[in-house]
């Protein structure tokens, strides 16, 4: 018998069935359902992060749920940008993004982080695609600007998803595909002209778009904090009025992220989460165990 075979004691393998015995009821629930995954913040700039992340969507593929993940690339659009000695200037937490800055935008959204991403999960097997909002009409946006001060601002090209034909990433569920979607829009009153938009608030579109029944928004903190920095009102639970309430006093990071949980909820999606995306395999504790991590919202 080889010296290199690893034993597992009888607690150990008691431990393990445990597991997957917790998970039972939660793969009979998601199966066959779209479960929209925001991935951001730190999962994406940590190699162990992104294996672990990448494992955990082809492990939702191969028990039969239907993950759909959409990017966005903040870190990496600025680093870029710094390369290339094009100024970043930040307006009321949004990018503002010149036309000079937008095509860099695109080359990283649409042409590094979109096939990397694509690229680890079929390192587990071949069901990843990848698409751009651009894509056969998937999002239409319209600029946008912000009130900083009580004064509008002008950001150039950034926008919002106003308009989602989900017609796209059903195409590829209904072939067996995991669509992996980079946050970026064609700008509906300049035709041939592209938006930066939020990550966050273009998976909340398109969890509502695809009738999903969870949107998961990787972060790199636990959780909302009612009272913020008070580390022990962390919120695991919430409705959406409390959170409706709760919205106006939060972090100004955190706005973003609740409210296309909020959004998504409000559209007809029964669950929304945000989680700790520091961990590794989050996105199955989230979803696969009774306690979860990190805040969830329900309509009621």
């Not at 989900?166 to 509906?188: E, K, N, T, Y």
């Not at 035709?191 to 778009?209: E, F, I, Q, W, Y």
């Not at 919120?235 to 959170?243: G, I």
Request: with cysteine; glycine share 10%.
């Amino acid at each position: 018998m080889s010296d290199n075979i690893q034993h597992t004691t009888p607690e150990e393998a008691a431990a393990k069935a445990g597991v997957l015995i917790e998970s039972l009821p939660w793969l009979k629930n998601f199966q066959g359902r779209i479960i929209v995954i925001k991935y951001g913040g730190n999962a994406m700039v940590s190699e162990e992060l992104q294996d672990a992340f990448a494992q955990d969507i082809a492990y939702l593929r191969f028990v039969g749920v239907q993950p759909v993940v959409v990017h966005g690339g903040g870190p990496q659009i600025s680093q870029m940008l710094d390369r290339l000695s094009i100024p970043s200037e930040f307006k009321g937490g949004y990018r503002v993004t010149s036309t000079e800055a937008i095509s860099v935008v695109r080359m990283v959204l649409t042409g590094q982080i979109n096939p990397q991403l694509v690229a680890r999960i079929n390192q587990h097997a071949p069901f990843a695609v990848g698409l751009s909002g651009e894509d056969a009409g998937l999002f239409g946006g319209r600029r946008r600007g912000v009130l900083v001060d009580g004064m509008e601002h002008d950001l150039g090209h950034v926008g919002d998803v106003v308009q989602v034909d989900p017609q796209p990433v059903l195409d590829q569920l209904a072939a067996g595909r995991v669509p992996v979607v980079s946050s970026i829009a064609p700008d509906l009153d300049r035709p041939g002209s592209s938006l930066n938009v939020n990550a966050d608030a273009a998976a909340a579109a398109l969890a509502v778009a695809l009738n999903a029944t969870k949107l998961v928004v990787l972060t790199d903190v636990p959780g909302l904090y009612a009272d913020w920095p008070n580390r022990d009102s962390l919120v695991s639970h919430l409705t959406a009025s409390e959170l409706r309430e709760l919205l106006p006093s939060l972090e100004s990071g955190m706005i973003p992220k609740m409210q296309a949980c909020l959004d998504a909820v409000d559209g007809g999606v029964d669950t929304a989460a945000i989680i700790d995306g520091r961990q590794p395999h989050s996105v199955l504790v989230e979803i696969f165990t009774e306690q979860g991590i990190g805040t969830e919202v329900v309509a009621s």
